[in-house]
Antibody
Framework: QVQLVQSGPEVKKPGASVRVSCKAS????????ISWVRQAPGQGLEWMGW????????KYAQKVQGRVTVTADTSTSTAYMELRSLIPDDTAVYYC??????????WGPGTLVTVSS | DIQMTQSPSTLTASVGDRVTITCRAS??????LAWYQQKPGKAPNLLIY???SLVDGVPSRFSGSGSGTEFTLTISSLQPDDSATYYC???????????FGQGTKVEIK
């Protein structure tokens, strides 16, 4: 069965970086996109970007462009999302999801990232 | 960027009611629209893709319609388990970016 296992919660200080991992299983990793979506406490969903593991191509939302990097290791079927220069407003649950171009049908459980001094 | 506007923000209805949520895009997105259900503390769950295609296993009381800039999610007979927040999400086939609507919280009266 399709599974996306994400890394554990993180607490970071403003200005630091965080990397969240997403290990996929149960499907051919290179046949789908991996999309990243975040959700601040009590707020809605915000798309951050996606990667095509087959060729490493990425696309990022303008709001985080320049601070975010999504990568994929096809040898371990693991995707990574790195967010730099963290600010308190980056406090959120970060989800990875298996996606086609237009929507995501399997989601990881989410990783809480807290940014606080 | 394409903006997505959902309405209403909150909806309260009774079990058995027909419920409709609307999502408007700031420009035409053809039928590149998905609907998700999210319950507290859980990841979103895809219900509808390409505006009207029901995901396997999703109850048939859920349906989606629309094209261009106006879309609707309808629950034909609201059930207690449908209490959740619903999000629309567009795919821009030109920029290849996504945008979510702000969400509609559905409560059972």
């Amino acid at each position: 069965q399709v599974q996306l296992v994400q890394s554990g919660p993180e607490v970071k200080k403003p200005g630091a970086s965080v990397r969240v991992s997403c290990k996929a299983s149960g499907f051919p990793f290179t046949s789908y996109l991996i999309s990243w979506v975040r959700q601040a406490p009590g707020q809605g969903l915000e798309w951050m970007g996606w990667i095509t593991p087959y060729n490493g191509k990425t696309k990022y939302a303008q709001k985080v462009q320049g601070r975010v990097t999504v990568t994929a290791d096809t040898s371990t079927s693991t995707a990574y999302m790195e967010l730099r220069s963290l600010i308190p407003d980056d406090t959120a649950v970060y989800y990875c999801a298996r996606a086609g171009a237009d929507s995501a049908n399997y989601w990881g459980p989410g990783t809480l990232v807290t940014v606080s001094s | 960027d394409i903006q997505m506007t959902q309405s209403p923000s909150t909806l309260t209805a009774s079990v058995g009611d027909r419920v409709t949520i609307t999502c408007r895009a700031s420009q035409s997105i053809s039928t590149w629209l998905a609907w998700y259900q999210q319950k507290p503390g859980k990841a979103p769950n895809l219900l509808i893709y390409k505006a009207s295609s029901l995901v396997d296993g999703v109850p048939s009381r859920f349906s989606g319609s629309g094209s261009g800039t106006e879309f609707t999610l309808t629950i034909s007979s609201l059930q207690p388990d449908d209490s959740a927040t619903y999000y629309c999400q567009q795919y821009n086939s030109y920029s290849r970016m996504w945008t979510f609507g702000q969400g509609t919280k559905v409560e059972i009266k």
